[in-house]
């Protein structure tokens, strides 16, 4: 898959749920630290007790309940970023609330990413995937109804045609 094409269905995996963000390209982390986003390289550093260091790679909560994603040292910019550099309407989301039947959209990504018995969690994807799968599970669990779709699991289903970052475990099939 083209690396254009990668990054344009990586822009559906993260939407904030906070329009406060939109307006400020710094984000501060639920752990704490406070993270820029350089607009023109999408390079996200983290400043932490006025020490200033390189974001790692993977998923990180921020305070307003949003997720960034960190992919070899560049950020995806998702809508919070985007609308800081051009404002946008906010669309409505129609997917939250649904009811899920059986495994949820991270479970069935997870699984399929890395392998019914973690055959394959030695690869990136697995790492993220189970990343997502934790936050939608802690989404869940602070639900009054937890067998209902929360934000993560919409980004879930977003991604999961994006074999390029969450491979398919070949061992899957032994």
Not at 3 to 31: E, G, K, Y
Request: charged share 25%; proline share 7%.
């Amino acid at each position: 898959m083209p690396s254009t094409t990668r990054l344009l269905l990586l822009l559906l995996l993260v939407q904030p749920m906070h329009t406060a963000l939109a307006a400020d390209p710094n984000f501060t982390l639920q752990r704490g630290g406070s993270v820029t986003v350089d607009p023109d390289s999408n390079r996200a550093t983290v400043t932490r007790g006025g020490v200033t260091t390189p974001l790692w790679d993977g998923t990180h909560r921020l305070d307003d309940g949003s997720v960034l994603i960190i992919n070899r040292g560049v950020t995806v910019p998702n809508r919070a970023i985007l609308e800081s550099r051009q404002p946008q309407p906010p669309v409505a989301e129609d997917w939250e609330g649904a009811p899920i039947a059986g495994y949820s959209p991270c479970e069935k990504l997870s699984r399929r990413v890395c392998g019914d018995e973690n055959q394959c969690e030695e690869i990136e994807g697995c790492t993220l995937a189970r990343q997502l799968l934790d936050m939608e599970q802690d989404e869940r669990a602070a639900s009054e109804n937890r067998n209902r779709m929360t934000y993560t699991s919409s980004q879930c289903q977003n991604v999961v045609k994006d074999v390029e970052l969450f491979p398919i475990c070949a061992q899957n099939d032994l």
